[in-house]
C-alpha cells in the first residue's frame, strides 16, 4: 500500500463520514452505535464490501422518506448488525477457533 493510497483511503473515509453527519441526530447515533458494534465484532471484509456505505444509503432513504431510525432498524441494534454479517466470516469467530484449537488454525491453546 503505497501514500497515494493512504491518501485516496482518506479522502474517501471523510467523504463517508461527512454523509453521516449529513443524517439526522438520531440517526447519527445509531450509525455510531452500529459502527462501533462492528468493528468490535464485524467481518473481516468490511471496508472491501461496501457495508458500512451501504448503511448510509440506507439510512439516507430512509431519513428522505421521513421513517424513524428505529423503524428501519429495530430496537436492538445489535441483532440488526448481526443480521447485516450473519453469513460473513468474523474476527470473533477467528479469535474463538484460535483459542478453541479446532483444526484449521494454529492449534494454540491460551
Not at 11 to 31: G, N, S
Not at 42 to 55: A, E, N, T, V
Request: with cysteine.
Amino acid at each position: 500500500m503505497g501514500i497515494r493510497d493512504i491518501i485516496e483511503g482518506k479522502k474517501q473515509w471523510r467523504a463517508h463520514m461527512a454523509r453521516v453527519k449529513a443524517l439526522p441526530p438520531d440517526y447519527q447515533i445509531v450509525y455510531e452505535e452500529l459502527q462501533r458494534y462492528l468493528f468490535k465484532v464485524g467481518p473481516i471484509d468490511l471496508f472491501d464490501g461496501g457495508l458500512l456505505s451501504g448503511i448510509v444509503d440506507f439510512f439516507e432513504e430512509g431519513a428522505a422518506a421521513g421513517r424513524g431510525v428505529l423503524e428501519l432498524t429495530g430496537n436492538d441494534v445489535a441483532a440488526f448488525c448481526d443480521d447485516l454479517i450473519k453469513d460473513s466470516r468474523t474476527y470473533a469467530e477467528i479469535y474463538q477457533e484460535s483459542i478453541s484449537g479446532k483444526p484449521g488454525t494454529d492449534d494454540k491453546q491460551l
